[in-house]
């Protein structure tokens, strides 16, 4: 992304802020990190790993609440629906950006609304993008150290093994997570230094998928799981209402937006952008609606807003504590995979929102350490006052997310300064951009009266 220049800025410091803040296979050896001229392009492999791993992040852990909110069938349908709408405005924001020569969606955005927009979207990712790791942090902390919910406390996995102790707490198990996972892992310059980690990820998260839908298959066999909860209980229009809640969540579990142009960037052949894409969202797309609908057949009206949460009980299958602790254990460790995927693309966002005329950030290191220690220390603060995921990813699904994941991409589209948008892609947008503000906006108002 691309940060606003000041109007009394040149030509070069505009060229030399954008290349700072994606760094492009043309342009190497200047990051000093990890492979520096040896690095000749992301493969597909890589690039697909990494977007899988933005997309797949804590989004994933409330979609079965979402399903008890809208009920199995419209909840697996809207599921699909805003995969088809990300690939729709992913394929339009790429189309745009070729054809203004925008290396970034920050410079899409400032082609088509000058500076002021390309500003806007930085603050947008931000405020995402720290929302979202917020989200990690409150997981990890729930499902390593415990979480209480309507007065009832929930184990943490190191907490049944050693029992509550100082150690242990929420505050020093996020201490530590910080200083030796995160801050090690957002060192990296460059987001295709991360592959092996996004490829780990991915794995980690297809384990909890498995061992998910293993246990609800064994119970539904052995017919301990009623029917499910196929449509809402609509009966008011407090109900009406409540459904719209689950919007934010379906978008935020889709936004990978901000990393489409890195990742692009760094690509062999930028061709193969589109199927990369698609890839990606299939992928993600599995694992949303098998995870969604093995959580909720499993723990039903039980379902709770983490359902990370929900595994602290006896299962009722034969070694049920080794499950419980394997399907946490295999989240969190994905959880923290991913974080630094995401850290990447706030900390070059936030460079330019601060720094808009610096040198390149990947040149300057005493402002990458600063700014790296800064976030992660707001995240991390952040994460040990905000009760509960829920209440995260309504802020963020229903204002910056939804801006980066529809509206900013249809907004583009309907601007059209170079003529490529055909009369199919306005209508998409101006549905788009409507679907996106009236479900949020009364989302916001539900959450609001609640």
Not at 172 to 187: D, E, K, N, Q, R
Not at 213 to 224: D, E, Q, S, T, Y
Not at 252 to 276: F, G, M, W
């Amino acid at each position: 992304m691309v940060m606003p220049i000041s109007s009394g800025g040149d030509h070069a410091a505009e060229t030399e802020s954008t290349e700072s803040l994606l760094p492009k296979n043309q342009h190497r050896g200047g990051d000093g990190d990890d492979g520096g001229d040896d690095f000749h392009g992301a493969s597909f492999a890589g690039a697909v790993f990494n977007l899988s791993t933005t997309i797949v992040g804590a989004g994933i852990m409330a979609l079965p609440a979402t399903m008890k909110v809208l009920g199995l069938a419209p909840g697996l349908v809207l599921i699909v629906l805003a995969a088809v709408l990300t690939d729709a405005s992913i394929e339009l924001l790429v189309r745009y950006s070729r054809a203004a020569g925008a290396k970034s969606y920050g410079r899409a955005m400032g082609d088509a609304f000058g500076s002021f927009g390309r500003g806007f979207l930085q603050f947008c990712v931000v405020v995402n993008n720290l929302g979202v790791m917020v989200v990690y942090m409150i997981i990890i902390g729930d499902v390593l150290s415990g979480t209480s919910s309507h007065g009832v406390h929930h184990h943490g996995v190191i907490e049944g093994w050693f029992g509550p102790n100082r150690w242990n707490g929420r505050f020093a198990i996020l201490t530590i997570t910080t200083f030796g996972v995160f801050a090690p892992l957002a060192s990296f310059k460059r987001v295709d230094s991360l592959r092996f980690t996004s490829a780990v990820s991915v794995a980690l998260a297809v384990v909890f998928v498995v061992i998910t839908a293993g246990i609800a298959i064994f119970k539904l066999a052995r017919g301990h799981i009623p029917m499910p909860q196929l449509f809402p209980d609509v009966h008011d229009w407090p109900s009406i209402w409540r459904l719209f809640t689950a919007a934010p969540v379906l978008v935020t579990a889709y936004v990978c937006h901000y990393n489409v142009h890195p990742i692009y960037n760094e690509l062999r052949d930028s061709l193969q952008i589109r199927p990369i894409v698609r890839t990606s969202l299939l992928l993600c797309s599995a694992v949303y609606i098998t995870t969604s609908f093995f959580g909720f057949l499993l723990f039903g009206d039980a379902t709770l807003d983490d359902v990370l949460a929900n595994f602290d009980a006896n299962l009722g299958i034969p070694y049920s504590s080794f499950f419980n602790d394997a399907v946490r254990v295999s989240y969190v460790l994905h959880l923290m995979l991913v974080f630094p995927i995401v850290f990447h693309a706030l900390r070059l966002n936030m460079d330019g929102l601060l720094f808009p005329s610096a040198r390149p950030l990947s040149c300057d290191n005493r402002r990458f350490a600063v700014l790296t220690a800064a976030l992660l220390a707001v995240i991390f603060l952040a994460a040990n006052f905000i009760p509960n995921i829920w209440d995260a990813f309504q802020f963020t699904g229903a204002t910056a997310s939804v801006c980066v994941a529809y509206i900013f991409p249809a907004a583009i589209t309907l601007r059209d300064r170079h003529g490529v948008a055909r009369k199919r892609d306005k209508l998409l947008s101006v549905f788009m951009i409507v679907l996106a503000v009236v479900a949020n906006a009364v989302a916001v108002y539900s959450d609001a009266c609640s």
